[in-house]
């Protein structure tokens, strides 16, 4: 099962320490998109690339938070001077061509803040 | 703003009960619904999905409907059983890119 692929699965990291995060999308997916899912919530959108263009970022996303995909495959999501309120799990999905497609998830980083 | 509002938070059934979870959402633009089902510490898993153009889609036990001029859509499980246990999602695409999920279902049928 070549499914989207999240590393690492767990971080535990101190207040205030930078974390990346990175994504395999499915092999043929040229979309990707990281969202932000805390306990008992739905996933909540954080970005959007189409290739290596991130053509839509939350206004919830502050400027701590950044997100490349360089050569339109695998991406990565940085949280720079993490905080408490951080700790969620991190999820990745990505789907495939032109208009709308169902999206594929991977499992998700869990951060942990102390 | 974009939302999605999604009820029952919690639902108990007795296996081979039905379970019905509604959502609305805001946006009269959004033409694109999937639902999802999570497992406790899974991935969540697209279980079915309908277009706007569509008001009702079938595939085996799992059902969804959607009345736009509501902006209302459900799932309905028929003869549900203990491995349906898991939350549901609603999502609605807002927009080009951007998809807002509801809150959540957390589904128990119980044996």
């Known amino acids: 099962d070549t499914g989207v692929s999240q590393d690492p699965r767990h971080k535990i990291t101190k207040r205030g320490q930078n974390v990346t995060f990175r994504c395999d999308p499915i092999?043929?997916?040229?979309?990707l998109y990281w969202y932000r899912q805390t306990l008992g919530q739905g996933p909540e959108f954080l970005t959007y690339?189409?290739?290596?263009?991130?053509?839509?970022k939350s206004r919830l996303l502050s400027d701590r938070f950044s997100a490349e995909r360089p050569k339109g495959s695998f991406s990565t999501l940085e949280i720079q001077r993490t905080e408490q309120g951080d700790s969620a799990m991190y999820l990745c999905?990505?789907?495939f061509g032109q208009g709308t497609q169902p999206q594929h998830f991977g499992d998700g980083t869990r951060l942990s803040i102390l | 703003g974009e939302n999605v509002e999604q009820h029952p938070s919690t639902l108990s059934v007795q296996e081979g009960d039905s379970a019905v979870i509604k959502c609305t959402y805001s946006?009269?633009?959004?033409?694109?619904f999937p639902w999802y089902k999570q497992e406790l510490g899974k991935r969540p898993q697209l279980i079915i999905d309908?277009?706007?153009?569509?008001g009702e889609k079938k595939d085996q036990r799992i059902a969804v409907t959607l009345n736009k001029t509501a902006k209302h859509f459900s799932l309905h499980i028929t003869e549900t059983q203990p491995e349906d246990s898991a939350v549901y999602f609603c999502?609605?695409?807002?927009?080009?890119?951007?998809?807002?999920f509801g809150t959540g279902t957390r589904l128990k049928v119980l044996a």
């Open positions: 999905a990505s789907s």
């Open positions: 092999s043929e997916h040229n979309r």
């Open positions: 690339f189409q290739n290596e263009a991130q053509l839509e």
């Open positions: 946006d009269s633009a959004s033409n694109y």
């Open positions: 309908i277009r706007s153009n569509v």
């Open positions: 999502a609605a695409k807002a927009g080009t890119y951007k998809y807002i």
